[in-house]
């Protein structure tokens, strides 16, 4: 049986710096590597992405990404909507670190993409830093040194970031009779990349602060109604589908309820 696993790379904005307050995705690289017993095959996809707010002089000076580079791309939604197209199955989402998970689901977030086509993630450095007994987070470079691999083309460049990180998830592969002991499934990633909800330190699950600022601006869409209402919403059952949250899981959906009837309490006694 064929597994299939979608290897990518993002160059992106800094969130920080503007309105939206995410790491906008500006390139899109990926390989769709497709896996069956012993042999394999890959399909490439690259992308420049239509960013709302610009691109900024410091990653202009990095990547080489101009305006004109990305004035008559595609924006997020509908590269990713494209991109799945090319699935017949839902996939392994593969990134060198965790940093690109996290930015693809910011995006995805802020911008409704679909995400139901992600079964797992796996995140290579990790991998890296237990097969070579790491305390620190090595590089792509690094990474690929410690396999005997050079690092082939430019650098800041998600093209051939992903091409190299292929490289690297192809030494990794033959190394290992199976690659599923590294795999987060979809309750595994929510709890462990979920922008919405996490698990503290002590095992509770809270508010994040993405997922404070997501909920704020749901609430003061609907502060004329009911929280039942907010939580009913077509708005508040695609931000749970997109975080991997069962609306019908009851331990989550308690704790978005309690803050959302934190809101309305402060809402209702003027202490905002």
Request: proline fraction near 2%; hydrophobic fraction near 35%.
């Amino acid at each position: 049986m064929a597994v299939i696993y979608l290897i990518v790379d993002f160059e992106a904005n800094m969130g920080h710096l503007y309105p939206n307050g995410i790491d906008e995705i500006i390139q899109f690289s990926s390989g769709l590597y497709e896996k069956n017993g012993t042999s394999s095959r890959i399909k490439y996809f690259n992308s420049y992405i239509r960013p709302q707010f610009g691109i900024q002089k410091p990653i202009r000076e990095l990547t080489g990404i101009t305006l004109d580079h990305v004035e008559n791309a595609p924006d997020f939604q509908a590269y990713v909507s494209r991109l799945q197209s090319n699935f017949y199955e839902s996939v392994i989402f593969v990134s060198f670190s965790s940093h690109d998970i996290c930015y693809f689901m910011e995006n995805a977030l802020k911008y409704n993409a679909s995400t139901r086509w992600i079964k797992g993630y796996m995140d290579l450095q990790e991998m890296v830093m237990y097969d070579c007994h790491l305390d620190q987070q090595p590089s792509l470079k690094k990474s690929l040194s410690l396999f005997g691999l050079e690092f082939v083309g430019k650098q800041h460049n998600a093209y051939y970031d992903v091409l190299n990180t292929i490289r690297l998830f192809r030494q990794i592969d033959n190394k290992y009779p199976s690659l599923n002991r590294w795999v987060y499934d979809r309750k595994e990633l929510l709890q462990k990349f979920n922008l919405l909800i996490r698990y503290d330190k002590e095992g509770h699950l809270i508010i994040t602060k993405s997922g404070k600022k997501i909920l704020k601006k749901v609430f003061f869409h609907y502060k004329h109604r009911d929280v039942n209402f907010i939580l009913n919403s077509g708005t508040m059952k695609k931000i749970l589908e997109q975080n991997f949250i069962d609306r019908h899981d009851k331990q989550y959906i308690k704790v978005v309820r309690k803050y959302f009837d934190n809101l309305l309490f402060k809402q209702e006694t003027n202490r905002f």
